[in-house]
Structures are given as C-alpha cells and as structure tokens.
C-alpha cells in the first residue's frame, strides 16, 4: 500500500503500472484521477494540510477498505499547495483479483478522501478567496457505505 502527499504533479500511468509491475495475481485495476476544475470563474485552488495526519488517516481509509474488500494493491497519492486548473489533484489505483471489488474499493476511498481526509481547500476567483467545505452531496456519498466493518 502506497500513501503519498506531496506538492508535486504525478504521473498516473506510471503509478498504475509500479502498482502492477511483475504481478501475475492481479485481475482488475481501476484508478481515478482527480483534477482541478476551472468552472465557474476558478483561478486557482489552494489545498492546505499536515502531511502526517494525512498521511494517517488515508491509511487508516485503505485499511478499511481492505477490510472490506480483498485488495492487492492500492496507492492513494494526494497533493497540496496551490493548484491550476486541469492540474490533477488526487490518485487513487486500487488492484485487485476482481473487478467488482477494485471498482468498490476506489469509490469507497474516493467517497471518504472528500469527507475525511484532513486537507482545507480555499478557492481563489477573480474577486477573491474564500475556504470551501465538504458539500452535503460528499457527506451522503460517504455515508452510503456505513456501517463500516
């Protein structure tokens, strides 16, 4: 399992295929990448965190998930500082033997990365900045997969 925080862009391709090189037991892959979105007048977007309690908490987001669903890999590769439009944002690859468990896995730490995942997220527009919190629409998406084992 793979958790990285960092400033700088990554390739995901690259990820993906670190995740699988020399695997033969691995049947499914599915990766999401997130990006920066430059809707509605967005400059840039500024993602603020503490490296180890990010850290931590999406590694405690891939255990569940693994607790969950039989998993053979997963790489979780968040950034922070300030953002462009159609920067990517966030990777999750989730690998397993399965695709119906590869495809839960990413959705559930997806789901979770945007609720509780300890990052802050000020936008900045023409007019200003302003910090953005989680919508209610992420809170459900999250909450759909509770209880938890």
Do not use: N
Not at 10 to 18: C, I
Not at 48 to 54: F, G, H, I, L, R
Not at 118 to 123: A, G, I, L, S, V
């Amino acid at each position: 399992m793979t958790v990285r925080i960092q400033t700088a862009p990554f390739d995901a391709e690259a990820e993906v295929a670190a995740l699988t090189a020399g695997r033969t037991d691995i049947g499914a892959v599915v990766s999401f990448t997130g990006l920066c979105r430059g809707d509605d007048g967005l400059v840039a977007m500024t993602l603020d965190c503490y490296v180890e309690m990010a850290e931590a908490e999406i590694g405690r987001l891939i255990e569940a998930a693994r607790a969950r669903w039989p998993l053979e890999g997963v790489t979780v590769i968040h950034r922070h500082g300030r953002l462009l439009p159609g920067d990517p944002i966030v990777l999750v690859a989730v690998a397993s033997k399965h695709r119906r468990a590869a495809f839960a896995a990413a959705e559930f730490l997806m789901d979770h990365l945007k609720t509780r995942a300890p990052f802050w997220k000020q936008e900045e527009r023409a007019g200003g900045a302003a910090w953005v919190e989680a919508t209610e629409a992420d809170d459900a998406a999250a909450a759909r997969w509770a209880p938890e084992r």
